[in-house]
C-alpha cells in the first residue's frame, strides 16, 4: 500500500499527470474549435464545401484513432515533417475530435427554433449578427453536455498517445511496472490520478452549466427578492 501512494504522489506519475492534462485540453480547444467551423461549413449552401466536410467527417469517423496517430507520427516525416510526439499526438487526437464534434454543435445549431433566425431577420440582424447573438448563445446550452462527455472521452483516448512514446500517465505507469514488477502499484496510480482528472473535469463542466442556465439563474433572482413584486412596486420607497 505504501508503494502505491509513494508511485501517486511520485514526481514522474505528477508531470506524466500534467502532461495528459495539458494534451487533452488541447486536443479538445483545437477539436472544439474545428468542430465548429466544419459545422458551418455543412451548413453552406456551396454544395462541394458540404461533400468535403461529410467526407472528412466519414473518414476520421470510420477509422480507429489509434491508425490515425499511427499514421501522423510515422508517415509526416517522411513528408519532411519532423515532429515531437507530444506535437503528433495533439494532431492526431484533434483531426479526429473534429470530426465528431462538428456533428454536435450541428445538432446544438439545428436545435435552435428557426423563428428565433426569422425574428432577427425582421430586426435588420445580418447572418454573421444572427448566429454571433441569436443562434450560438442557444445552442451551447445545447451543445455542452455532450461536449463534457468528449472530454471525458478524449481524456481516455489520450492514454494512446503511449504507443508513439509521449510520456503520458499510460506510459509512465507501464515502465514503473516493467522496472519494479509492481504491476498493481503502478496502474493504480495512474488510474488515480484519471480519476482526479476526469473529477476535475466534471467538477468544471457543472460550473460552466449553472452558469449557462438562465432558468436556474432567473429563479435564483426571484428567491433572493432580486425581482420587485407588486407591493414592491406601488411602494414608493422601493424605487
Same mark, same amino acid.
Given at each position: +500500500?505504501?508503494?502505491?501512494?509513494?508511485? @501517486?504522489?511520485?514526481?514522474?506519475?505528477?508531470?506524466?499527470?500534467?502532461?495528459?492534462?495539458?494534451?487533452?485540453?488541447?486536443? +479538445?480547444?483545437?477539436?472544439?474549435?474545428?468542430?465548429?467551423?466544419?459545422?458551418?461549413?455543412?451548413?453552406?449552401?456551396? @454544395?462541394?464545401?458540404?461533400?468535403?466536410?461529410? @467526407?472528412?467527417?466519414?473518414?476520421?469517423?470510420?477509422?480507429?484513432?489509434?491508425?490515425?496517430?499511427?499514421?501522423?507520427?510515422?508517415?509526416?516525416?517522411?513528408?519532411?515533417?519532423?515532429?515531437?510526439?507530444?506535437?503528433?499526438?495533439?494532431?492526431?487526437?484533434?483531426?479526429?475530435?473534429?470530426?465528431?464534434?462538428?456533428?454536435?454543435?450541428?445538432?446544438?445549431?439545428?436545435?435552435?427554433?428557426?423563428?428565433?433566425?426569422?425574428?432577427?431577420? +425582421?430586426?435588420?440582424?445580418?447572418?454573421?449578427?444572427?448566429?454571433?447573438?441569436?443562434?450560438?448563445?442557444?445552442?451551447?446550452?445545447?451543445?455542452?453536455?455532450?461536449?463534457?462527455?468528449?472530454?471525458?472521452? +478524449?481524456?481516455?483516448?489520450?492514454?494512446?498517445?503511449?504507443?508513439?512514446?509521449?510520456?503520458?500517465?499510460?506510459?509512465?505507469?507501464?515502465?514503473?511496472?516493467?522496472?519494479?514488477?509492481?504491476?498493481?502499484?503502478?496502474?493504480?496510480?495512474?488510474?488515480?490520478?484519471?480519476?482526479?482528472?476526469?473529477?476535475?473535469?466534471?467538477?468544471?463542466?457543472?460550473?460552466?452549466?449553472?452558469?449557462?442556465?438562465?432558468?436556474?439563474?432567473?429563479?435564483?433572482?426571484?428567491?433572493?427578492?432580486?425581482?420587485?413584486?407588486?407591493?414592491?412596486?406601488?411602494?414608493?420607497?422601493?424605487?
Amino acid at each position: +500500500m505504501t508503494g502505491f501512494l509513494d508511485k @501517486a504522489v511520485s514526481a514522474d506519475f505528477l508531470t506524466a499527470s500534467l502532461l495528459t492534462f495539458v494534451l487533452t485540453v488541447l486536443s +479538445m480547444a483545437l477539436g472544439i474549435a474545428g468542430g465548429v467551423l466544419l459545422a458551418l461549413v455543412k451548413g453552406a449552401r456551396f @454544395a462541394p464545401l458540404r461533400w468535403l466536410a461529410d @467526407a472528412y467527417i466519414w473518414f476520421f469517423r470510420g477509422t480507429p484513432v489509434l491508425l490515425q496517430l499511427i499514421f501522423v507520427f510515422n508517415v509526416l516525416p517522411l513528408w519532411g515533417l519532423s515532429l515531437s510526439p507530444f506535437t503528433c499526438a495533439v494532431i492526431a487526437l484533434s483531426l479526429n475530435e473534429v470530426a465528431y464534434m462538428a456533428e454536435i454543435v450541428r445538432g446544438g445549431l439545428l436545435g435552435v427554433d428557426k423563428g428565433q433566425r426569422t425574428a432577427a431577420h +425582421m430586426l435588420g440582424l445580418s447572418e454573421t449578427g444572427i448566429l454571433r447573438w441569436v443562434v450560438l448563445p442557444q445552442a451551447t446550452r445545447l451543445i455542452l453536455p455532450p461536449t463534457g462527455n468528449q472530454f471525458i472521452g +478524449m481524456l481516455k483516448t489520450s492514454a494512446l498517445a503511449s504507443v508513439v512514446s509521449v510520456q503520458d500517465l499510460m506510459l509512465t505507469a507501464q515502465r514503473q511496472a516493467a522496472a519494479d514488477f509492481d504491476y498493481v502499484g503502478s496502474l493504480g496510480a495512474a488510474a488515480v490520478h484519471y480519476l482526479v482528472l476526469t473529477t476535475v473535469f466534471t467538477l468544471a463542466l457543472r460550473q460552466v452549466e449553472r452558469r449557462l442556465d438562465i432558468g436556474r439563474r432567473a429563479s435564483a433572482r426571484r428567491a433572493g427578492n432580486l425581482v420587485p413584486g407588486p407591493a414592491a412596486a406601488l411602494d414608493p420607497a422601493a424605487r
